[in-house]
């Protein structure tokens, strides 16, 4: 099922996700939008990320359940979930979703685990994948100071590989379900990237609430 309204940003650390979303921020018609982030800021996302600093250590397979715990949370949590922000017409915008978990955490437990906690999720109605070369992207991470978990370069070349196999099984496929995928080269410039996203943008169609 396609969540209409939902647009996702995704791509491996570096890739310049977070950068795009802050620019959407400023745009002069902000207000329609609805921008969050996983892991989010509720008592899962903040312990998900206290885990990502290295402060705590917990099973591979114990993430994958958090991280699929915060994004229910995220998606159908009280007033600010995503579907309830989308059904009042609200463009909800959310920097990472399930794919990031099928890449990420298949690296450390297996495809198996990720892919079964996140199959009750709805696809996004619109998906832009940040591609960029991993050497590249953790030369980004390294510049915003000390990396987290998962940012270093075995780890993210394993993910990157990953995100590829996975943005192929949906896009123009039945499992994509008509979800519509945009591939950036996220080695372009930030005012590039931001132009091809606001061209997707106009032509996107929107439910009213």
């Known amino acids: 099922m396609v969540l209409q309204n939902f647009i996702v940003f995704e791509g491996i650390d570096g890739a310049g996700t977070t950068t795009q979303i802050d620019l959407l921020r400023t745009r002069d018609d902000a207000e329609r ?3 969050s982030a996983e892991p989010t800021d509720e008592p899962t996302g903040r312990f998900l990320r206290t885990m990502l600093r290295g402060d705590v250590t917990v099973d591979p397979r114990t993430a994958a359940y958090l ?5 229910a949370e995220h998606l159908w949590g009280a007033e600010n979930g995503i579907a309830a922000q989308c059904a009042r017409g609200k463009i909800a915008v959310s ?3 399930f794919f990031s978990s099928l890449a990420y955490q298949s690296v450390t437990c297996g495809e198996e685990l990720p892919r079964a906690l996140n199959a009750p999720f709805p696809l996004p109605q ?3 994948f940040f591609a960029i070369d ?3 992207a953790l030369e980004r991470v390294l510049g915003r100071g000390k990396p987290e978990l998962y940012e270093k370069i075995d780890f993210q070349k394993a993910t990157a590989e990953r995100y590829e196999r996975i943005i192929a099984e949906y896009d123009g496929t039945p499992q994509g379900n008509g ?3 945009v591939r950036i080269d996220a080695t372009q410039s930030k005012e590039r990237v931001a132009k091809i996203i606001s061209q997707e943008l106009e032509n996107l169609p929107i439910l009213k609430a």
């Open 33 to 35: 939008f609805f921008f």
């Open 67 to 71: 991280f699929a715990a915060d994004r």
């Open 95 to 97: 920097d990472r979703y």
């Open 126 to 128: 619109l998906l832009f």
């Open 134 to 136: 991993p050497a590249r």
């Open 179 to 181: 979800m519509r995928i």
